[in-house]
């Protein structure tokens, strides 16, 4: 009976949590000038963010990255931050409620408009 109902408390209290798995990135910020793009996520849903960030779909944004700096007159984008920042407001176990988790791109090359 113990077992049955530490279960189902720890699946009623799981099932109040986000995660970043899939989750799809887009353009957070894009500096012309500076030839760097922000690309990631915000986590605006009140539910605190169970994981860093890591699961999220980063393998799409080299290739989001590129098309914006292309816009701009570059070739492709390179990723200037292997690691996934968040910024935002925290609960008091230190879990993201909301904010954002980015990263960033350098654009390069190409006869720059």
């Known amino acids: ?9 720890t699946a009623i209290v799981l099932s109040g949590c986000a995660s970043s798995s ?7 910020n894009a500096d012309r000038a500076g030839g ?7 986590n ?18 080299v290739g989001i990255a590129t098309r914006v700096c292309s816009k701009w007159g570059y ?7 292997p690691h ?3 910024e935002g407001q925290r609960n008091m176990y230190g879990q993201l ?3 954002s988790v980015t990263k960033q791109y350098q654009c390069l090359g190409g006869n720059v408009k």
């Open 44 to 61: 605006s849903e009140n539910l605190p963010l169970m994981d860093d960030g890591s699961k999220a779909r980063w393998g799409d944004a």
């Open 84 to 86: 996934a920042r968040t």
């Open 75 to 81: 070739e492709s984008a390179e990723e200037l931050t």
């Open 1 to 9: 009976m113990k077992k049955a109902l530490l279960v189902i408390v």
């Open 97 to 99: 409620m909301n904010g």
């Open 22 to 28: 899939g989750k799809p990135v887009e353009v957070v």
């Open 36 to 42: 760097v793009v922000t690309i990631g996520y915000v």
